[in-house]
């Protein structure tokens, strides 16, 4: 009976070392934030060229119009010459375009 006793004593007297010396129990992580203000724009994409954008997208417009004949010609049998190019071009075009103004 007394080990258990002195047992007791000592295992409180190190716990109460324990907390005097700041050891505590961790604490919670933060909670994350609920609220969905937009992010800010980096200046960067702020300097946009409208008229690049413009152009680009209208060439983008006038490409993707031709392309319904080029189509028709291949289901003939037919491959235009720069159908192919044409396709690559629309990529390249629409990835700048989507680059330049998503955030």
């Known amino acids: 009976m007394k080990r258990a006793g ?52 209208r060439e983008l417009s006038d490409l993707a119009s031709s392309l319904p004949s080029d189509i028709e010609r291949v289901n003939h049998g037919l491959l235009p010459k720069d159908t192919i190019d044409k396709l690559k071009r629309i990529e390249k075009l629409s990835k700048h375009l989507r680059g330049e103004i998503s955030p």
């Open 6 to 57: 002195l047992l007791a004593c000592v295992l409180v007297l190190c716990s109460s070392l324990a907390l005097a010396q700041g050891r505590a129990w961790p604490k919670p992580p933060a909670p994350a934030e609920t609220t969905s203000a937009p992010k800010p724009v980096p200046d960067s994409k702020i300097r946009v060229d409208t008229v690049q954008l413009q152009r680009e997208a």
